[in-house]
């Protein structure tokens, strides 16, 4: 008779975060894109395989680029200029008054930190903003003004890595949110498709004029439900 231990299938070993998790875990998740990439993960991602280096990211400051260079044992380079400076952490301030609620600097925010709907005043929620600028640019009114909110302190002085956490915890989730918004419009849209190729094959066609117009139609609603399935499968294959 076999042992209980002999009859389990054998424990799998905890997988060890890459360097791109590493490097992803030491960065402020402000998502403000002011390193070049569109977020805090691909940034991680060109640093691990050489394309970018570890300067690159203002909020962070020269402190994040120490702390880079320690774990990727590399010299201690200053901030690269062309990506910003290092500064006091900024926050985000929508004067209501002004605001005529179009939902840009909502739909601009990586993070989720600012309420409101269409057409109604919006406003943003302090504890949540992380200042990367990305609602300024699109308010179409200019009602928008980043204050300071950290005083002298800047780089990881002005941020926590709690903050960070909860920012890049706030980011996966705005990431997830869009790509399930999306899927359900184009599943809404799919369907509409359907529906509408059932209508267009159960409509008489009598003559050759009306059945080739007929056939054209079904041609090109065939050829929109093919295009949304392509899309589909390579949605799932590649989700970034």
């Not at 928008?144 to 706030?170: F, L, N, P, S, Y």
Request: aromatic share 2%.
């Amino acid at each position: 008779m076999l042992s209980s231990s002999s009859s389990l299938p054998p424990v799998p070993a905890p997988s060890s975060p890459s360097l791109a998790d590493r490097i992803e875990a030491l960065l402020p998740q402000t998502q403000c894109t002011k390193c070049g990439y569109p977020a805090c993960r691909p940034y991680a991602e060109a640093i691990a395989d050489g394309s970018a280096s570890y300067n690159q990211c203002p909020p962070g400051g020269q402190q994040g680029v120490a702390r880079l260079a320690q774990l990727l044992g590399q010299p201690l380079i200053p901030l690269n200029p062309s990506n910003g400076v290092e500064r006091p952490r900024p926050l985000a301030v929508i004067d209501e008054a002004a605001c005529i609620g179009c939902t840009l600097c909502i739909q601009a925010c990586p993070v989720d930190a600012i309420a409101g709907a269409a057409k109604q005043m919006h406003t943003v929620i302090a504890e949540q903003c992380t200042g990367c600028d990305l609602c300024v640019a699109p308010c179409p009114v200019d009602c928008i003004t980043m204050v300071d909110a950290t005083g002298t302190q800047t780089g990881w002085d002005a941020w926590t890595q709690a903050q960070a956490d909860a920012a890049r915890a706030r980011h996966d989730f705005h990431v997830f949110r869009l790509r399930r918004e999306k899927q359900e419009n184009d599943d809404r849209l799919a369907a509409k498709a359907a529906e509408k190729l059932k209508a267009v094959a159960a409509e008489a066609a009598a003559t050759p004029e009306q059945q080739a117009e007929q056939q054209r139609k079904k041609a090109i609603i065939q050829a929109a439900i093919e295009r949304a399935r392509l899309k589909k499968e390579q949605a799932a294959k590649d989700p970034q």
